[in-house]
């Protein structure tokens, strides 16, 4: 139903930030809940951040809680992760997500939309 292309990956120093766009084609991102997971070689994927549907609930992992900023631009039909003060150990691939009209969710098993993922590596 819905397509989504992430971007804005890339190679920083540590401490420094970049922003990730997700576009979304073939449906509005109004009727889903959105998600960021990250995932490292040999790791698990990971709940970053996302938001319901309604988009009056939004959720963060810990290990972000302060550093990260998830958004959306209904007009362009885009989510976004702004990501600031970043650690080596925040090299992933980082995946957005969709879930028709769904709860907020960690779990990534919950969705059913993905992204191909963009390539985040911080040097330190």
């Known amino acids: 139903q819905v397509q989504l292309v992430e971007s804005g990956g890339g190679l920083v120093q540590a401490g420094g930030s970049l922003r990730l766009s997700c576009a979304a084609s073939?449906?509005?991102?109004?009727?889903?809940?959105m998600g960021w997971f990250r995932q490292a070689p040999g790791k698990e994927r990971e709940f970053v951040a996302g938001?319901?549907?309604?988009?009056?609930?939004?959720d963060y992992a810990d290990f972000v809680k302060g550093r990260f900023t998830v958004s959306r631009d209904n007009a362009k039909n885009t989510v976004y992760l702004q990501m600031n003060s970043l650690n080596p150990e925040e090299t992933a691939v980082y995946y957005c997500?969709?879930?028709?009209?769904?709860?907020?969710?960690?779990?990534?098993?919950?969705?059913?939309?993905w992204g191909q993922g963009t390539q985040v590596t911080v040097s330190s």
């Open positions: 997500a969709a879930k028709f009209r769904g709860r907020g969710s960690s779990r990534s098993a919950e969705y059913n939309y």
């Open positions: 073939g449906r509005s991102i109004s009727n889903y809940a």
């Open positions: 938001f319901s549907w309604s988009a009056f609930s939004i």
